[in-house]
């Protein structure tokens, strides 16, 4: 596979691809349409905050498989045109966790105690002790805004230092907050109010965007304002002139609405406010975390694995993954037999597990089940878009669990409807390895899903398979398996054939003319 990086991330991650024989060319500082001829034949893009991964990048890339963000935040990528285009975005949230968080620590220092300031008027010549009367944080109040992975390292940071935590994040629960000694508050003002220092931790959206304005900055009279996450989410004139009039005493800010910081930014004209070019992940330790990270999820992609941090896709932790693994492509064959057996215009799918399965994360699965649901249309489909392409297409998907499961360990039964007329297919794993279809609609069956399947359904007639095996040898077809289920005697019966060869129209033309042949389907699997 082809990896393009137009970003600059440590040589270890580099190394890391290489390694898993894959190629790897860069391409830093790339942009417009050199990128867009850039990727056009890569199988993996790999990027920090630099390069903007639009619709048209997507569009450009028809063999783009994944895009890993070495680092945290994606404001830069469309995840949207991602999901519709069904490639993977995965970002790498723990490796500059602790990075961002000691900066972050170290920013509010350095605004509680004019650090910078100090250091410039002495490195100037001046020994201007008496000018500079720093804050303490310890008794004082520490408002988080954003109380996700850094927002709660900073928390434990400065709460470790005497500092009282209070945050505002409508994502978290009570406990989750309690659990590092903050109180929850509901409205970004009351966090604001109750705050001497402010620090945020929240990623760019429409909703976060200029979050912080003069009305918001007013809450927080004689404090400080840290922001070390994303940059647009403060009005920085309003910041820039409320430090200025006096109304806090400092901020400061490694991130910026746009970047590099423009040299007419009011915040350069502030003495109090202290500003860093995006440093919050730039450790050794951090960038070499992130990208080893990015690596080894692009490499997860390649093996068709679920990618631990995808955003757009389901992820699955490696316990889990050990769990689930064997049904994925379990979930995908029964959704491909089911939607080729019904044949019709299907408004809802059905995923069902049953037993062991049940207690396990099945999201990743269920995207599965779907991905093999479209995969006999026209569409590109996979497992990321699976669901999306479901929901434009106003098709509903429902999942259920039962810890009853008949006679087998686990069991995935995935069921298409018009909500008329409806197929399931249900299968199971043996031995982790061996994959089954244990009962089609009310038909117990064994049958291996394998390449070239023949489903027939016919009378319970002394004769009929008999006649099935002539029309199939005389047509040069040999079958590789055939497995044979029925409702009551005498009544109806279900048989799969696994077959070397598709059959022909006119064969099944010709099974289809005896009288005692219901319906007869040919299934392709795509596996040969």
């Not at 417009?32 to 990048?57: C, F, K, P, W, Y």
């Not at 970047?259 to 951090?286: R, Y």
């Not at 005692?516 to 040969?528: C, M, N």
Request: hydrophobic residues 40%; contains cysteine.
């Amino acid at each position: 596979m082809k990896v393009l990086v137009t970003d600059p991330i440590a040589d270890a991650g580099l190394e890391r691809l290489r390694e898993a024989g894959h190629e790897v060319e860069t391409a830093y500082d790339v942009e417009g349409d050199a990128l867009l001829e850039a990727v056009a034949d890569v199988n993996a893009l790999i990027v920090r905050s630099g390069t903007q991964v639009t619709e048209e990048v997507f569009a450009a890339a028809p063999d783009l498989v994944i895009v890993g963000r070495a680092g945290i935040g994606v404001d830069n990528i469309d995840i949207d045109a991602a999901t519709d285009h069904g490639v993977i975005v995965a970002n790498a949230p723990e490796g500059n966790v602790r990075a961002a968080a000691e900066h972050s620590v170290a920013m509010a220092f350095a605004t509680a105690r004019s650090i910078p300031q100090a250091h410039d008027r002495l490195k100037g010549g001046e020994w201007a002790k008496g000018e500079f009367l720093g804050t303490e944080v310890n008794n004082k109040t520490l408002g988080v805004v954003g109380f996700g992975r850094v927002g709660q390292e900073v928390a434990k940071r400065l709460g470790g230092l005497g500092m009282d935590i209070v945050t505002f994040d409508p994502y978290i629960s009570e406990e989750r907050a309690e659990q590092f000694g903050a109180e929850l508050v509901d409205d970004l003002d009351d966090c604001l109010a109750a705050a001497d220092f402010v620090t945020i931790h929240t990623p760019l959206t429409p909703e976060t965007e200029n979050m912080i304005g003069e009305e918001e900055l007013a809450q927080l009279e004689g404090g400080y304002v840290i922001n070390c996450a994303r940059g647009g989410i403060i009005d920085e004139p309003a910041l820039a002139e409320a430090v200025e009039d006096g109304l806090l005493k400092g901020a400061a800010l490694d991130v910026f609405g746009e970047e590099p910081l423009p040299e007419d930014s009011p915040l350069l004209d502030v003495e109090d406010v202290i500003v860093t070019p995006h440093l919050g992940a730039s450790t050794e330790a951090a960038q070499e975390n992130v990208a080893t990270s990015t690596a080894d999820q692009v490499v997860a992609a390649f093996n068709e694995e679920p990618v631990a941090n995808a955003l757009n896709a389901p992820s699955l932790d490696e316990a889990t993954f050990r769990e689930v693994g064997p049904y994925l492509d379990l979930a995908d064959t029964a959704g491909r037999i089911a939607v080729q057996l019904f044949g019709g215009h299907m408004s809802t799918v059905e995923v069902t597990y049953a037993g062991d399965i049940a207690e396990e994360d099945v999201e990743y699965v269920t995207a599965s089940a779907l991905k093999g649901v479209f995969a006999p249309s026209d569409l590109q489909v996979n497992a990321v878009n699976a669901p999306q392409i479901a929901e434009d297409r106003g098709i509903d998907v429902t999942e259920s669990k039962t810890r009853s499961s008949e006679d087998y360990q686990s069991l995935i039964t995935v069921t298409v409807s018009d909500g008329e007329e409806s197929v399931s297919v249900c299968g199971t794993q043996f031995g982790g390895e061996e994959p089954r279809i244990v009962r089609i609609d009310d038909f117990r069956i064994e049958a291996v899903p394998h390449g070239h399947m023949l489903v027939v359904r016919n009378k319970d007639e002394p004769g009929t398979i008999g006649f099935i095996g002539t029309v199939l040898g005389e047509s040069d077809i040999n079958i590789a398996g055939m497995f044979n289920g029925r409702e009551t005697i005498g009544g109806e019966a279900l048989s799969v054939y696994n077959l070397d060869e598709p059959p022909m129209n006119d064969v099944l033309d010709r099974l289809q003319s005896d009288d005692r042949i219901i319906e007869t389907t040919y299934v392709a699997l795509g596996d040969e």
